[in-house]
Every structure is written in C-alpha cells, then in structure tokens.
C-alpha cells in the first residue's frame, strides 16, 4: 500500500511541475511578442521623415506573380511578321523578229593580228555577229551600227561610218546560233567627215582595227604596213 502511495505522490508532483514549465513558455514568448510591436510602432511615429526618406529611396518590390507573367507574356509573344519580298517579274517570252538585244549577240572581229602588209597589200577583216538567243531576231548592221574603225596611237585613220551614203541602215534577220558575217578590205587610205577631197594614203606603221556595236567591243587586231 505505501509503494503506491508513493508512486501517486510523485506523479502528481512530475504534472504540477510540467504545467509551470508551459506556463513560464507561454508568458515569455506573449512578453517577447508584446514588446516587440509597440517599440516599432514608437519608432516609425517618432522619425517620420526618416522614414519616408527611406521608403523613397527603397526600390518597389516586384510582386514574382506579376513578374513571371510578364516573363511569359514576353516569351509567348509572336514575332513581327517579316515582309514577303515580291517576286521579280517574269520577263515576257521573246517573239521571233524583235529588236535583238545586246545580252543575246557576240560581236568578234578576224585578221590583220600582228600580219604585215607591204607594197600595195591591203588589210582584210571579217567581222562576225552571232544571236544567241531563243528565237530570230532583227539587228542593223549597216555601216553607222556596226563600226569598223583603224587607229594609229591616238590617230584615227578610217572608219566605216565616214563618207556613209544614203540612210547608212541595213536591217538583218538573225537566226539562232547561225552568224552573219561581213568581209571588209582596208584600201590603205584615210577617212574623214569630208568626202569632197581625196583621202590621203595612210603611211607605214603599225594599226590597230576595232568593230563596235552599241556598247560591244572586239578584240583589238594589231597590223602592220611597209
């Protein structure tokens, strides 16, 4: 019977001492809790233009809600759209007997390269023009448009568009791939704008012949007289 008289006392003495231990903790944190709210309240009404100095000065918090929206929005955002660039238009089929076009002949000149020409020989030249494009077309090749001029230096000694009679035209059918062909011979006289007089005789040396055809050029021939 005393064994558990004892055992009684002493459990009631372990709860009574456990219910003062969680009422000291109780008083202590509502103490810690209490005092810490009015001191910053006191402070903030004792300095008010520190604080408001200070909460200009503080930059805005950025609420991450609205920040991560913002993020996506900027991802999710479709791009400008990039302007189509027009399609070049198609150039029209050529018809056959049209003007020929520049692209589409090859202008070539033969003879009198780097020959010799002694006593009365005359210079000869054969002047080639070739239509590469698709269909037959139409070119003048009179004497005005396709040029055959002979130099010396800086010296123009003859030229087929001098002493020209007559409208100087001579329209040519070209056919594809097949060239026309002009043979020239050079009478070893000077030319010039005024045919009333007889040209004089071009002196020994060396010549240089060129064909040109609106903006064509052939290959210079070289030559020689004695």
């Known amino acids: 019977m005393r064994g558990d008289g004892g055992d009684i006392y002493w459990r009631r003495r372990m709860s009574v001492l456990v219910a003062v231990l969680v009422v000291v903790a109780v008083v202590a944190w509502a103490c810690s809790s209490g005092g810490s709210g009015p001191e910053r309240t006191s402070s903030a009404q004792s300095s008010p233009s520190a604080s408001g100095s200070t909460a200009a000065k503080t930059t805005p918090a950025v609420d991450p809600l609205l920040a991560g929206l913002r993020t996506l929005a900027m991802g999710t955002a479709s791009p400008s759209p990039t302007p189509t660039p027009k399609a070049a238009p198609s150039e029209r089929p050529r018809r056959p007997g049209e003007p020929c076009e520049e692209k589409d002949l090859v202008l070539s000149l033969q003879g009198g390269r780097e020959e010799i020409y002694a006593g009365d020989a005359r210079p000869t030249f054969l002047v080639t023009l070739v239509n ?77 012949a060129v064909a040109r055809m609106g903006k064509m050029r052939t290959n210079k021939g070289v030559f020689h007289l004695r």
Not at 141 to 161: F, H, N, Q
Not at 175 to 198: A, F, I, K
């Open 132 to 208: 590469t494009g698709s269909v037959m077309c139409k070119a003048d090749v009179g004497p005005r448009a396709m040029e055959i001029k002979i130099t010396s230096g800086a010296d123009r000694i003859w030229s087929t568009a001098d002493c020209v009679s007559g409208p100087g035209t001579e329209v040519k059918e070209l056919q594809r791939g097949v060239p026309y062909v002009r043979s020239l011979e050079w009478d070893r006289r000077r030319s010039s704008s005024d045919c009333r007089s007889t040209p004089p005789a071009a002196l020994p040396g060396t010549y240089v």
